[in-house]
């Protein structure tokens, strides 16, 4: 076991000694903002050496390595005395303006909050903590991996189902939408960051100088509004190598449709909004009266057509609700096929998303511009030997080869189909159309099933009657 993997099992271990902490879910957002400011201590130890004149947003007493790094410091009442009423405030008040890293400070402590009680396993929680070296590139990657398991325990604690895209599905669109240097890249309801993530993975290859990560840091963005997510997603992207993430605290539904402009456009966007969510009343009135609705799925839908510019990509998530569904549903289909070439629907199988929800899902790709012609459909097997997935063994990136050796040469198979969009008209946009390919049982009439069933009853009364005839005998 790492050293890293150790630190994080004994922060848990004694997290869970503290009567102040309940839950999982509390004793996650306990150890992330504790592990944002020792990240941002280090980073802060690059910063002054990369940038020229470099000066801490932070107030020299708060600083990590003024009151959590001396392991024979501050604990008990006092240590406690000090987080509550000096170390919040001040973070939770500090000025925006002043620099960028402010900003990423007070986003972060805005909506956060310290559950332990406990100073004396507080102390012990920062000393381990403390051993953490993230300006180390080891320790960095190995973090990496324990980041994602402290995401799985979360959704198990039942609190964010939503926030989390499998990992070989966020790989998958990413590759199959190819992101290149410079160009916009947008999850508007991000999470934990997976999609960003995954992008900044798949555009290292492109990076050779300070100027083209420059580029990269400006290009990527998202924006999530709650605060437990938002603030994992900001350390993860500080892992990742941003200096200064661009993840905003916001709901972009909120913002009246009418209002974004050409300066808001995007080459890209890669999402997994909410699904089965209800937004807050009020929220559908910022949208046209065609696209009202308070299931949030189908409003970022609606979003994500406006902010595309021409040409620009696009790979979601979204729900076989969205197939088949009717009224703004249809209406959304409609506005899809028109303003966009929908020319992909990936239909993942039942589980990928298990233990959190059992509802299937579909990725669709499409490109805004030109309006839909021709619908192609890929339906994900199962491996062989699988009949679901689960926790212990998820969806993995190598069951896409199937999709990525077809992508460029497609043909019908008995995965592959194509639907064109006149079919779809005639169906009124209802695009859950089924595999042709696939053995369909074949039902017999109504009628000759009844006369099978009678039959059926019959044989088994004379069986009865033949036992109840046979255990007479027995017993006279």
Not at 86 to 98: C, G, Q, T
Request: proline share 5%; charged share 25%.
């Amino acid at each position: 076991m790492s050293n890293i993997t150790t630190n994080i099992k004994s922060i848990r271990d004694i997290m869970r000694k503290d009567t102040g902490v309940d839950g999982d879910a509390q004793r996650i957002s306990q150890m992330v903002w504790m592990l944002f400011m020792k990240i941002f201590s280090d980073k802060e130890e690059e910063w002054e050496i990369t940038i020229d004149n470099y000066v801490s947003p932070i107030p020299e007493n708060l600083k990590w390595q003024n009151w959590a790094a001396d392991d024979e410091g501050l604990t008990g009442d006092l240590l406690m005395d000090f987080i509550d009423n000096e170390l919040f405030p001040a973070l939770k008040d500090l000025d925006i303006s002043i620099s960028p890293q402010t900003h990423i400070i007070r986003s972060v402590f805005d909506d956060t909050y310290n559950y332990m009680k406990n100073g004396t396993l507080f102390r012990q929680v920062i000393n381990v903590i403390d051993n953490i070296d993230f300006n180390s590139t080891t320790e960095r990657h190995l973090f990496n991996d324990i980041y994602e398991t402290i995401l799985k325990e979360l959704q198990s604690a039942g609190s964010s189902g939503e926030y989390y895209t499998p990992r070989a599905v966020t790989q998958f669109m990413v590759d199959m939408i190819n992101p290149q240097l410079g160009e916009s890249v947008l999850d508007p309801a991000c999470g934990t960051g997976g999609f960003l993530t995954c992008t900044i993975d798949h555009l290292r290859d492109q990076i050779n100088t300070p100027k083209d990560r420059d580029i990269v840091q400006n290009s990527i963005r998202g924006i999530e509004k709650k605060p437990l997510p938002h603030l994992l997603c900001t350390t993860n992207l500080m892992l990742h190598g941003f200096d200064l993430p661009a993840v905003r605290r916001d709901n972009l539904l909120s913002k009246p449709y009418s209002d974004w402009g050409i300066k808001d456009k995007l080459d890209i966007i890669l999402t997994n909004p909410p699904f089965g969510g209800v937004e807050e009343d009020g929220t559908e009135t910022n949208f046209p009266a065609k696209f009202r609705t308070k299931e949030t799925a189908d409003l970022f839908l609606a979003l994500i057509i406006k902010l595309l510019k021409n040409n620009g990509r696009c790979a979601v998530v979204l729900p076989d609700g969205t197939l088949f569904g009717e009224g703004v549903k249809t209406r959304l289909k409609e506005e899809l096929l028109e303003k966009c070439n929908l020319h992909t629907i990936v239909r993942l199988p039942n589980g990928v998303f298990n233990p959190y929800t059992g509802i299937k899902t579909n990725v669709l790709f499409f490109e805004k511009g030109t309006p839909t012609e021709d619908i192609w459909y890929f339906e994900h097997p199962y491996p062989e030997g699988v009949v679901s997935y689960n926790k212990g063994k998820p969806i993995n990136i190598k069951e896409f080869d199937l999709e990525k050796s077809w992508w460029n040469n497609r043909e019908e198979n008995q995965h592959a189909w194509k639907v064109s969009v006149e079919e779809i008209k005639k169906r009124n946009y209802n695009l859950d159309i089924k595999n042709p390919h696939q053995a369909v049982d074949t039902l017999a009439s109504p009628e000759v099933i009844l006369e099978k069933f009678n039959a059926a009853e019959k044989k088994i009364a004379s069986v009865q009657d033949e036992i109840v005839k046979v255990l007479t005998e027995a017993l006279q």
